[in-house]
Nanobody, 124 residues
Framework: QLQLVESGGGLVQPGGSLRLSCTAS????????IAWFRQAPGKEREGVSC????????YYADSVKGRFTISRDNTKNTVYLQMNSLSPEDTGVYYC?????????????????WGQGTQVTVSS
């Protein structure tokens, strides 16, 4: 049974940085595409970033390109989302998701497994 646990959220000032972690138990994440989504109050959930399991290729939403970086540490069974130059528009609950289909195209449409989310608040 795959379980995903997000951590690393919190309150940060505009221009600051946070690193989110998505740690899996029950399976080896190497074989799963992993994506980060976020949902701001009153808005629909948005796909933020993804890393494939086939070749490590990545995807970023235009709104975070150049500021966020997704990466894997297979020794820790963890995927990270490094978030820099944060703005209030980045506020929301961030969720990680996993899918056995290797490519980002699939998971960004419909992910199989979800974590519970971690709150990110960017405010002065």
């Amino acid at each position: 049974q795959l379980q995903l646990v997000e951590s690393g959220g919190g309150l940060v000032q505009p221009g600051g940085s946070l690193r989110l972690s998505c740690t899996a138990s029950g399976v080896t994440l190497d074989y799963y595409a992993i994506a980060w989504f976020r949902q701001a109050p009153g808005k629909e959930r948005e796909g933020v970033s993804c890393i494939s399991s086939s070749d490590g290729s990545t995807y970023y939403a235009d709104s975070v390109k150049g500021r966020f970086t997704i990466s894997r540490d297979n020794t820790k069974n963890t995927v990270y989302l490094q978030m820099n130059s944060l703005s209030p528009e980045d506020t929301g609950v961030y969720y990680c998701a996993a899918d056995h289909r290797p490519f980002c195209v699939a998971i960004m449409i419909d992910a199989e497994h979800w974590g519970q989310g971690t709150q990110v608040t960017v405010s002065s």
